[in-house]
């Protein structure tokens, strides 16, 4: 079967999924018998291309890479805003991996809508969105009849919700909790190797791990819209940021985490979500000291986990990169083959 897809945002995340198409395509033609044909790119800095007959994809990455802009593609239309491209591109599948906000949710939100009015498919790596109307946006994908993934939302490509939602499906899970920031996580291993918080910041910001501003990280905010995900679509709750009391790690110092050390204890952003007994929703997000015998307490870096509580399995625990732009595109392509599936079964 053959999908096209528009890409709406080649950042990072978007360059990693034109990175894998470019070349894994054969491969999932013969091993998935799913042809991915890329046939429109909107980017609000790099520019945007459509060619209904797809687009060179390795052009596109030379010419990010050289110039760091797509004007000079030779081929297709150009000057096509997002909307427009998402409204009028022969897109089955809009890929939407535009930047976070997630005290609005935009762009993000509104190209989402606007694909699922217009009857295409969404598999989007923007938390935003989904943090403040997952169930929203869901329920009007359930009512066009089209498909809404959003795995790279969480841990990037480690597959959190497709664990959840699929091998879990019916081992009741009535808890989450772990470590969904790997800046955050970076810096705490690295106080805990000497450093202070202010020169472990420093060093995530030369490795790429922290923004400029890193606000968004260090204050939990990051972490606060994934517990919401978690919440509202596994556990059924219906948070907003407001009702999730979210603290940071800014505040701890080095000698805060020595002392954790010296009571074999280690600090670690926790973001956590859980069912209570009046079947109502709780989550919060705020540094704990974990025992070192605690799966979490292991995970170091600018690794993430995750902790799943269940009713017949007990605890389980997933690991691996929270970040990346091969990783999140990952999961892109894990959401567009699950996709596949569904169509496939229908």
């Keep these: 079967m053959e999908y096209r897809l528009a890409l709406i945002g080649l950042g990072v995340v978007g360059q990693g999924i034109v990175e894998i198409l470019t070349n894994e395509r054969n491969s999932l033609q013969e091993s998935y018998d799913i042809d991915l044909k890329v046939t429109a790119i909107s980017d609000i800095r790099k520019g945007s291309v459509y060619d209904p007959e797809g687009i060179d994809l390795k052009q596109i990455l030379d010419l990010v890479k050289e110039k760091d802009c ?90 959190a919700l497709g664990l959840a939602t699929q091998h879990l499906a019916a081992a009741h899970i009535i808890a989450v909790h772990g470590i969904v920031n790997g800046t955050c996580n970076y810096i705490l291993t690295e106080m805990e190797k000497g450093l202070t918080y202010d020169a472990a ?89 974990l025992p070192l015998d605690d799966p979490l307490a292991a995970v170091t870096g600018a690794t993430n986990a995750l902790t799943y509580e269940t009713r017949y399995l007990g605890n389980i625990t997933i690991i691996g990169p929270g970040a990346g732009g091969l990783e999140t595109g990952y999961a892109i392509l ?6 596949h599936k569904k169509l496939r079964e229908q």
């Design 201 to 289: 910041l420093k060093q995530a910001q030369e490795l790429g791990y922290a923004e400029a501003d890193p606000s968004a990280d260090v204050e939990g905010l990051d972490s606060l819209a994934k517990i919401i995900i978690l919440a509202n679509t596994l556990l059924g709750g219906n948070l907003n940021k407001d009702q999730v009391d979210c603290k940071g790690i800014s505040e701890i110092s080095r000698e805060d985490v020595e002392a954790a050390k010296e009571n074999g204890r280690r600090w670690k952003l926790i973001a956590t979500a859980k069912v209570v007994n009046d079947n109502a929703i709780e989550a919060h997000v705020r540094p704990k000291k």
């Design 334 to 339: 894990h959401d567009i083959l699950d996709i």
């Design 70 to 159: 797509i004007d000079d593609y030779i081929g297709g239309v150009k000057g096509w805003d997002s909307l427009k491209t998402i409204r009028e591109s022969n897109a089955d599948i809009v890929v939407e991996a535009t930047e976070t906000d997630i005290v609005t949710g935009e762009p993000g939100l509104t190209h989402m809508l606007t694909s699922i009015e217009h009857g295409k498919h969404v598999v989007t790596t923007n938390k935003g969105p989904l943090s403040l109307a997952s169930t929203k946006l869901l329920d009007r994908a359930a009512e066009v009849g089209v498909h809404l993934r959003f795995e790279g939302t969480v841990l990037s490509g480690t597959p």
